[in-house]
């Protein structure tokens, strides 16, 4: 695979052209009368209109063929997906779930869409304030499938195996130990190359943003200059009524077909793209005197809502880093927190819980549900000899993100939880 190229940069103004099409992009105007290649003018907007400027989103896409040439939108098969977190009843025990189970293609084949399992959510999709947690497994490539999220963005967070994103800006390489943000209406398509699994954070309704960094300054935590964004690339590929887009629309899917590839996007400018970041750029910062620092010191993203400093989400990570601290218990306290922690691990393990939880499995600590070390983890912290190690080496990402997990959602086939400390 030839290395592809990105842009860096946080929420940029970007603008990119296929080399190929020199001169495909508009200068000086969004809609000519006329564009250059003959290409359709459209904007995808990331935000209403009218948005103050800070946040205001929008990309302008000049493409082959405009979006809306397709066929009518039809109900399919709702596969694992949920929004609906009363299917359940509430459980506020601890829950840990071992890694889950990747099917072999050879019993059934599984692409990115089709291995998309719900594992728990809070909030409404239709009024827009929410998130959702999924676990994606998956065996196969979608084949003339792409899909797009009307209801939210997707933080992908690959656990086993990398992914080929497809993407109307671009292509991106994700590997484990990156994540990317795939936002609200764009549309992908994923190649995958062996058994593959991983986390995606969905959050409806708003965008992830850095998070402030009040007293820390101006740098720091994850920099904006590490966000790699795709650049312009596209494919004019004819497939006679056989392409599938399939939208995920107030929580259910659909599908319609259409001619053609819809990654035709020649030519794009805007600040409303697909991201990705590599987790090992994380400026870790922490206490290196006494005492535990709260997890948000790890913030990578946070999905805001209304009130200040309460987020939808927080997107966390549990990175290699020095552990200095004197006089301090060193792991992670116990306690009861309003935010409730869903926690999945990407490789290694987590200081807090040296067995049960394994890469690629979940653990999830409800509003207000007590939790902490395991016993064993208590007794050597308490006693040890404080001196300089290492926290996590060679481990990287503990994929964490906290938000309101208000119900446990259903995991069709994997019931296989146990409850955790
Ligand atoms: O529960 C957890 O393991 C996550 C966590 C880590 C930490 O260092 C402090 C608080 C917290 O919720
Ligand atoms: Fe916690």
Known sequence: ????????????ECASEDPRCPGSLPEGQNNPQVCPYNLYA??????????????????????????VSHKPFESIDQGHI?????????????????????????????????????LCGAGDIRSNNGLAI??????????????????????????????????EFGKMLVQPNEICVIQRGMRFSIDVFEETRGYVLEVYGVHFELPDLGPIGANGLANPRDFLIPVAWYEDRQVPGGYTVINKYQGKLFAAKQDVSPFNVVAWHGNYTPYKYNLENFMVINSVAFDHADPSIFTVLTAKSVRPGVAIADFVIFPPRWGVADKTFRPPYYHRNCMSEFMGLIKGHYEAKQGGFLPGGGSLHSTMTPHGPDADCFEKASKVKLAPERVADGTMGHGHSKGRLLRRGIFPGFPHFCPGI
């Open 42 to 67: 459209e904007q995808l907007s990331g935000s209403a209109f009218t948005c103050p400027r800070s946040t205001n989103k929008r990309s302008w896409l000049y493409r082959i063929l405009p979006s």
């Open 134 to 167: 999924h676990i994606f497994l998956c065996n196969t490539s979608m084949e003339n499938r792409c899909f797009y999220n009307s209801d939210g963005d997707f933080l992908i967070v690959p656990q086993k195996g990398k992914l080929l994103i497809y993407t």
């Open 82 to 118: 949920t929004h609906n977190w009363d299917e359940v009843d509430p459980d506020p025990n601890q829950l840990r779930w071992k890694p889950f189970e990747i099917p072999k293609a050879s019993q059934k084949k599984m692409d990115f869409v089709s291995g998309l399992h719900t």
């Open 1 to 12: 695979m030839a290395e592809l190229k990105y842009i860096s940069g946080f929420g940029n």
